[in-house]
């Protein structure tokens, strides 16, 4: 007769599994393969038998009775059947979370954009004569006071303090060239170099290139005076300082775009 522990096996799992994996599962921990044949063989339900006649009653005889064998000492059929299952899910692949992930694809980083320059359009400022000669006569007025205070302390060179006021008035837009003279008509200073100062005035006009009258009338009339070039691309201007009446100096600008 078969090990009790395999029928009993058998009869539990039977309606749950496939009769060969549980013989598979028995004989893979230890059971003979005629022990689990002969229970199935048992758990086999038998055709019925046809009746038969009642034989006579025979004497009872005693039967020996077999000692059981040793039997080795099995672990519980419990954790057979929970081995098979976990060795043949990760044989099938059930259990995906054991995979190794792929390691992450590098991506090369984009190749940075070069900056592209554009170039600037710097406005174009139209000449009108008008304008210029407004301004000049608004930067005047305001310097007229230092300048007339240096007139009153020397008619001959300009002093740096009147040096500097022309210079950054020289700097200006629109103003090509700028000539400072006292009231003899002598060049106290001249914005394009000092070759010109103590020139008299008739010397000036000629080597510098006067080509209008501007400083005439502006000497008779006391008053400032203006001319168009003859080329019509400038103007000429004069500015006298003027006190009490009397000349004490003289400007004179060429403006032109």
């Not at 199935?40 to 000692?67: C, D, G, I, Y």
Request: net charge positive; proline share 11%; hydrophobic share 40%.
């Amino acid at each position: 007769m078969p090990d009790p522990r395999i029928i009993d096996y058998l009869r539990t799992n039977k309606d749950q599994y496939p009769i060969e994996s549980l013989r598979a599962a028995l004989i893979q921990q230890g059971f003979s393969a005629a022990d689990v044949a002969e229970a199935e063989r048992l758990l086999t339900p038998a055709a019925a038998p046809e009746p038969a006649a009642s034989p006579e009653p025979v004497a009872a005889q005693a039967v020996p009775v077999e000692q059981p064998q040793s039997v080795k000492k099995r672990p519980p059929l419990k954790w057979i059947i929970i081995g098979s299952v976990c060795a043949g899910a990760i044989a099938i692949g059930v259990l995906p979370m054991f995979k190794k992930k792929p390691p992450p694809e590098k991506k090369e980083a984009p190749a940075p954009k070069k900056p592209t320059i554009r170039k600037m359009m710097m406005p174009t400022i139209a000449w009108d004569h008008d304008t210029a000669i407004e301004g000049v006569l608004v930067w005047v007025r305001q310097r007229a006071p230092e300048l007339i205070n240096s007139l009153a302390a020397s008619q001959l060179k300009a002093q740096p303090g009147e040096i500097s006021i022309l210079s950054q008035q020289a700097n200006q837009p629109n103003i090509r060239r700028i000539a400072y003279l006292n009231r003899y008509g002598e060049v106290r200073w001249y914005s394009k170099g000092p070759a010109a100062v103590g020139m008299g005035w008739d010397q000036f006009m000629k080597e510098y290139e006067i080509k209008t009258n501007v400083m005439e009338k502006a000497y008779l009339s006391k008053q400032n005076q203006s001319q168009q070039l003859p080329d019509r691309a400038g103007v000429e201007l004069v500015v006298p300082l003027v006190v009490r009446g009397e000349i004490t100096g003289l400007l004179l600008y060429e403006l032109g775009p």
